[in-house]
């Protein structure tokens, strides 16, 4: 509180006419005195001197004319006892009225004095009329010291002064002195008027320096503290200058608001010491209460209350009183003033105490925010100094105003960024998406738009940055764009590596079955009648059983890369040429006539039989059938009619091509095989079979998968990929979905009521999942069953999750409520990226079997697969093998961390369920390469239509349920 000691007390002298009274007493809140309040301000500073001089003028006026009226009187007649003690009284009254004049003060006894020296006077000389002025003189002298009530007594004390000679004589006043009353009441009048201006003025000037001088100490740049120290101070001048008698003997204590307590800032030194820093709770009532009130924006309060006393005793100790004020600004209580004087004195406060709280809460507010500003800005400045993230503030021109340390990890200066055009940075091929985005941001106050651009570094190098762009124009500290931007140049190469898994055969690199129908549904829609029908050959090879019988599975793998090399070599530019599984192939022709397919076709059956892939090893052969599409046919009704071609050239003789005709299987047929489809579905004549997932490497059964089963009354056995997707497509696949699942958790029950503890997965198609009751069918179906949802794991494709993201992360969130667990379905066919992965509520990822199949034999692929491995274990989920045929591959994944696995090494889909319990130990080597066996003795099956079928349906769109 240093600070604030070079107030007015130690530069103000001390005044004659500072009022005593209470400020709410005071001159200015009189409506009788508010004139004299007009006149000193029209008079202004001046007003005090003109007083003073008024005041010595009559001082002096009074002297000289005593003194005249003296020598008058010795003059004009002999001197006598009774003149001379008579013109005593009359000198001596004069030099009371000098006396008063130099000491600045005056009080009643005074004036009794000299009003009993010119009684006397009066009564002594012969000089009516000269005492008479004399008393006027000295009742207006003595008006200029008095309030209201003294200006009374005065005015009866000369009254009688004016009046004693003839009462004392008992001789009747005469008439002149029946008229020097009234001149006695307008003397006292206006000289009375004259004290109040000149009081006024002076109040006015103290406030006009203590305010002045609270003000430049305030705005000096203190602290909070050296603040709240300043107001005490000026706040307990101004009372004891211009409050109640004693006013100087009161405490003002500043409290601030400190996380809901009362902190001391600063008080005064008016007889208590209240230490700084000092904290106490803010009383739920009382004066402190009610002024600090941050609900309210402070109210002032007078009375003490207990609470309030309570907190006085711990400031002050007992026995005071006191008011609070509250200290508020733009609605919020900043804390209050506590003005306090012991009991008996009244602690009313000036009036120009508000103006100095309301000056004091702007300065203390201010400077809350300004240190609340630097306190952000620290902060913002050590965030972004440690951040790992390039952060960047632009203006509107997209010009850099402020780069972060980070982007020395591209090999810049901060300094060499900053006045630069953002742009330049900018590969040429992205900087159009980003200048668009950023654009939008900057039109648009307030928003926020993310995107991705490569961005080079010092060497040249481009680097993948994924960039959130924000509008902070608003912000006081930052008033810009601000972009945070993150490195991510491994995880686009990783998706960018899983995107091209998703969409090629990671064997042979060719479209996979999924890309390849694509490409040729977006070909029939382009397709018009006045161009060339689009034309797909369908490939199958004779001999791959052969080659891996005679050579082993890695020849047959090498026969197939070699044919895909062929094919692309056999085909044109914009052909498309695809693996679709196992030992068939693909091609699709685009803008060819029927001669320009058969020339192809011709040549592509040449092209693989071109001579053996090796030494000793045989040429490869290959059956094709050859389909132009026709007006209103489908993907499936063009494949199906090559498929058709195809098989009609097997059963003839195997080795060469054929087109589709009408002699063939329609694919109208396909409408027949849909009808019988409804009626098994509503005839309960869909089968369910169970594959297991077993532990690894315990290889027990830990779940088994449902999947559907169709045998046709004149077909047979239909493959599961052809007529799931003839239900999808018919909108009866939640009718078959909830059949399986139905199905599937009875058969659960049972084998649980038998002891067995393998869970059930089960297949949910895209339809299902979006449909609005799916939930509540699986919890029906649960209760029917009586099986817990823990026991039930929903089996979701990749593809599906990411073909409506806000849909099916709510259906994926209901479905997670209800208890059951969620597995991601052939993870790496459909692409959902990293970032989707880690916030959708799954607890199970199966890698695709086309991951599964390259290992052992592609670095790259192995690579993929551990890859997938550790982001599980990194997201906390259960990883699946699915596809798994071999022992070596089982052994990798084993290695790589993998604990469960599925595949016909394992067992293919049975009819029967899990076999009764046993451990891990009974699982021998022998159990291993019998499972081994058993895998490859029906991979060799694939001649068997009705088997491989059953396999395709793996790989296909569509997951069977």
Same mark, same amino acid.
């Given at each position: 509180?240093d600070s604030?000691?070079p107030?007015?007390?130690?530069r103000s002298?001390p005044s004659?006419?500072a009022?005593?009274?209470?400020?709410r007493h005071a001159?200015?809140a009189?409506?009788?005195r508010?004139?004299?309040?007009l006149?000193a301000?029209?008079?202004?500073?001046?007003t005090i001197a003109?007083?003073d001089?008024?005041?010595a003028?009559?001082?002096?006026?009074?002297?000289?004319y005593a %003194? &005249?009226?003296?020598?008058l =009187? $010795?003059? !004009?007649?002999?001197?006598?006892p009774?003149? #001379?003690?008579?013109? +005593?009284c009359?000198?001596?009254?004069?030099g009371?009225?000098?006396l008063g004049?130099r000491?600045?003060?005056?009080?009643?006894?005074?004036?009794?004095r000299?009003?009993?020296? %010119? &009684?006397?006077a009066?009564? =002594? $000389?012969d !000089?009516p009329?000269?005492v008479?002025?004399? #008393?006027?003189?000295s +009742?207006g002298n003595?008006?200029l010291?008095?309030r209201?009530?003294?200006?009374?007594?005065t005015l009866?004390?000369?009254g009688?002064?004016l009046?004693g000679p003839?009462?004392v004589?008992?001789?009747a006043?005469d =008439?002149?002195?029946?008229w020097?009353l009234?001149r006695?009441?307008v003397?006292v009048?206006v000289?009375g008027f004259?004290?109040?201006?000149?009081r006024?003025?002076?109040?006015?000037l103290?406030e006009e320096?203590?305010?002045g001088?609270a003000r430049t100490?305030?705005?000096?740049?203190l602290?909070?503290d050296?603040?709240?120290?300043?107001?005490a101070?000026?706040?307990h001048?101004l009372?004891a200058?211009?409050g109640?008698?004693?006013?100087?003997r009161?405490v003002?204590v500043?409290?601030?608001?400190?996380g809901?307590?009362?902190?001391?800032s600063?008080?005064?030194?008016?007889?208590?010491?209240?230490?700084t820093?000092l904290v106490?709770?803010?009383p739920p009532s009382?004066p402190?209460?009610d002024a600090s009130?941050s609900?309210?924006?402070?109210a002032p309060?007078?009375?003490?209350?207990?609470?309030?006393?309570?907190?006085?005793?711990?400031?002050?100790?007992?026995?005071?009183?006191a008011t609070?004020?509250p200290?508020?600004a733009?609605?919020?209580?900043?804390?209050a003033?506590?003005?306090a004087?012991?009991t008996g004195?009244d602690?009313?406060?000036?009036s120009?105490?508000?103006?100095?709280?309301?000056?004091?809460?702007?300065?203390?507010d201010?400077r809350?925010?300004?240190a609340e500003?630097?306190?952000?800005?620290?902060?913002l400045?050590t965030?972004?100094?440690?951040s790992?993230?390039?952060v960047?503030?632009?203006?509107h021109?997209?010009?850099?105003?402020y780069?972060?340390?980070?982007?020395?990890?591209?090999?810049?200066a901060?300094e060499?960024?900053e006045?630069?055009?953002?742009t330049?940075?900018?590969?040429?091929?992205?900087?159009?998406?980003?200048?668009?985005?950023l654009?939008?941001v900057?039109?648009?106050?307030?928003?926020?738009?993310?995107?991705?651009?490569?961005v080079?570094d010092?060497?040249g190098?481009?680097?993948?940055l994924?960039?959130?762009?924000?509008?902070?124009?608003g912000?006081?500290?930052?008033?810009?764009i601000?972009?945070?931007?993150?490195?991510?140049?491994?995880?686009k190469?990783?998706?960018?590596?899983?995107?091209?898994?998703?969409?090629?055969?990671?064997l042979?690199?060719l479209l996979?079955?999924t890309?390849?129908e694509d490409?040729?549904?977006?070909t029939?829609?382009?397709?018009?009648?006045?161009?060339?029908?689009?034309?797909?050959?369908y490939?199958?090879?004779?001999n791959?059983?052969?080659v891996n019988?005679?050579?082993?599975?890695w020849?047959g793998?090498?026969?197939?890369?070699?044919?895909a090399q062929?094919?692309?070599?056999s085909?044109?530019?914009?052909d498309?040429?695809?693996r679709?599984?196992?030992d068939?192939f693909?091609?699709?022709?685009?803008?060819?006539?029927?001669?320009t397919?058969?020339r192809?076709?011709?040549?592509?059956l040449?092209?693989i039989?071109?001579g053996p892939?090796?030494p000793?090893?045989?040429?490869?052969?290959?059956?094709?059938g050859?389909?132009?599409?026709r007006?209103?046919?489908?993907?499936t009704?063009?494949?199906q009619?090559?498929d058709?071609?195809?098989?009609?050239v097997?059963r003839?003789?195997?080795?060469t091509?054929?087109h589709?005709?009408?002699a063939?299987?329609s694919?109208q047929?396909q409408?027949?095989?849909?009808?019988d489809l409804?009626?098994a579905?509503?005839?309960?004549?869909?089968?369910v079979h169970?594959q297991?997932?077993?532990?690894?490497?315990?290889?027990?059964w830990v779940a088994v998968?449902a999947?559907a089963?169709?045998?046709?009354s004149?077909?047979?056995a239909v493959?599961?990929?052809?007529?799931?997707?003839?239900a999808?497509?018919?909108?009866l696949?939640?009718?078959l979905g909830?059949?399986?699942?139905?199905r599937?958790?009875?058969?659960?029950a049972?084998?649980?009521?038998?002891?067995?503890?393998?869970?059930?997965?089960?297949?949910?198609?895209g339809?299902?999942l979006?449909?609005?009751?799916?939930v509540e069918?699986v919890?029906l179906?649960?209760e029917?069953?009586g099986?817990?949802p823990s026991?039930?794991t929903?089996e979701?494709t990749e593809t599906t999750?990411?073909q409506?993201?806000?849909?099916?992360r709510e259906?994926l969130?209901s479905?997670?409520?209800?208890?059951v667990r969620?597995?991601?379905d052939?993870f790496?066919?459909?692409?959902?990226?990293?970032?989707y992965l880690r916030?959708?509520?799954?607890?199970?990822?199966k890698?695709?079997?086309s991951?599964?199949?390259?290992?052992?034999?592609s670095h790259?692929?192995?690579s993929?697969?551990?890859?997938?491995?550790?982001?599980?274990h990194v997201?906390?989920l259960?990883?699946?093998a699915?596809g798994v045929e071999?022992?070596?591959?089982?052994?990798t994944?084993?290695e790589?961390?993998?604990t469960r696995?599925q595949g016909?090494?394992?067992?293919?889909?049975?009819?029967?369920?899990?076999?009764?319990?046993?451990?891990?130990?009974e699982?021998s080597?022998?159990?291993a390469?019998?499972?081994e066996?058993?895998?490859?003795?029906?991979?060799?099956e694939?001649?068997?239509r009705?088997?491989?079928?059953?396999a395709?349906?793996?790989t296909g769109?569509?997951r069977t349920p």
């Open positions: 509180m604030a000691e107030t007015s007390r130690s002298r004659r006419w009022n005593r009274a209470t400020g001159l200015d009189e409506p009788g508010r004139f004299a309040g006149f301000w029209v008079l202004g500073r001046h003109i007083v001089r008024v005041h003028l009559m001082a002096g006026v009074h002297a000289g %003194l &005249l009226l003296v020598a =009187l $010795l003059v !004009a007649q002999p001197p006598s009774q003149t #001379l003690i008579g013109a +005593a009359l000198l001596a009254a004069s009371s009225v000098l004049a000491a600045g003060r005056r009080r009643l006894p005074q004036d009794a000299e009003a009993a020296l %010119l &009684l006397a009066g009564a =002594l $000389l !000089a009329s000269g008479e002025f004399v #008393l006027l003189l +009742a003595a008006a010291y008095h209201l009530l003294g200006r009374v007594i009866a004390l000369f009688l002064a009046m003839s009462l004589t008992g001789a006043p =008439l002149a002195m029946g020097s009234p006695f009441v003397v009048v000289f004259v004290a109040d201006v000149a006024f003025a002076e109040r006015r103290v320096q203590l305010l001088s100490t305030l705005t000096a740049g602290d909070v050296g603040m709240g120290g300043v107001l101070t000026v706040a001048d009372v200058r211009l109640p008698r004693g006013g100087d009161a003002c500043t409290l601030l608001l400190d809901g307590r009362l902190r001391v600063g008080s005064s030194d008016g007889g208590a010491t209240v230490p820093g106490v709770d803010r009382g402190l209460a009130d609900r309210s924006g402070g309060a007078s009375d003490q209350g207990s609470t309030g006393a309570h907190a006085l005793d711990h400031l002050l100790g007992p026995g005071w009183w609070a004020l200290l508020a733009g609605g919020a209580s900043l804390g003033l506590l003005i004087a012991p004195i602690p009313s406060r000036p120009a105490l508000d103006v100095l709280l309301t000056e004091a809460a702007l300065a203390l201010a809350r925010q300004e500003r630097a306190r952000r800005e620290q902060l400045h965030v972004l100094a440690e790992s993230d390039l960047l503030v632009l203006d021109d997209l010009v850099v105003r780069a972060s340390p980070a982007v020395a990890q591209l090999g810049w901060a060499h960024l006045g630069q055009d953002l330049w940075l900018l590969h040429p091929d992205d900087r159009l998406q980003a200048s668009t985005s654009r939008e900057v039109d648009s106050p307030g928003s926020r738009r993310t995107f991705e651009a490569r080079r010092a060497r190098h481009w680097h993948v994924e960039t959130v762009a924000t509008d902070h124009r912000d006081p500290e930052l008033r810009g601000l972009l945070n931007s993150r490195a991510i140049t491994e995880r190469a990783l998706e960018d590596q899983l995107a091209l898994q998703a969409h090629t055969d990671s042979t690199g996979n079955r890309s390849f490409r040729v549904g977006a029939l829609e382009a397709w018009r009648a006045w161009h060339p029908p689009p034309a797909v050959l490939i199958d090879l004779d791959l059983k052969q019988d005679a050579y082993g599975h020849a793998d090498e026969l197939l890369s070699a044919v062929r094919l692309r070599a085909t044109r530019g914009g498309a040429v695809s679709l599984g196992g068939e693909a091609v699709l022709l685009t803008q060819a006539n029927r001669a397919v058969e192809v076709a011709d040549r592509v040449s092209g039989r071109n892939i090796g000793g090893h045989p040429r490869p052969e290959a059956s094709m050859v389909a132009i599409a007006p209103g046919w489908t993907v009704q063009l494949l009619a090559a058709a071609a195809m098989y009609e097997k003839a003789g195997k080795g091509w054929r589709y005709d009408d063939l299987p694919p047929d409408s027949a095989l849909l009808t409804g009626l579905i509503e005839h309960d004549d869909i089968t169970y297991p997932l077993v532990s690894l490497p315990g290889r027990d998968e999947l089963r169709w045998t046709h004149e077909r047979g493959p599961p990929a052809e007529f799931v997707h003839l999808e497509r018919a909108g696949i939640s009718d909830r059949r399986v699942l139905s599937g958790l009875a058969d659960l049972r084998w649980r009521t038998a002891g067995v503890t393998a869970g059930l997965q089960v297949n949910v198609s339809t299902q979006l449909a609005p009751n799916l069918e919890a179906a649960l029917r069953a099986v817990p026991a039930l929903l979701i999750l990411i409506n993201v806000d849909r099916t259906a969130d479905l997670r409520a209800l208890g969620l597995s991601i052939d790496g066919a459909g692409y959902a990226g990293l970032g916030d959708l509520p799954v607890d199970e990822l890698i695709d079997r991951y599964i199949a390259s290992l052992g034999h790259e692929g192995t993929l697969v551990r890859t997938v491995v550790d982001l599980a997201l906390g259960e990883i699946v699915e071999h022992e070596p591959q089982a052994r994944l084993i790589m961390g993998c696995a016909f090494l394992f067992g293919g889909p049975t009819a029967e369920g899990p076999p009764p319990e046993r451990g891990g130990e699982h080597a022998a159990d390469g019998a499972q066996e058993e895998a490859r003795a029906r991979q060799e694939g001649g068997a009705q088997e491989e079928g059953g395709r349906q793996e769109r569509t």
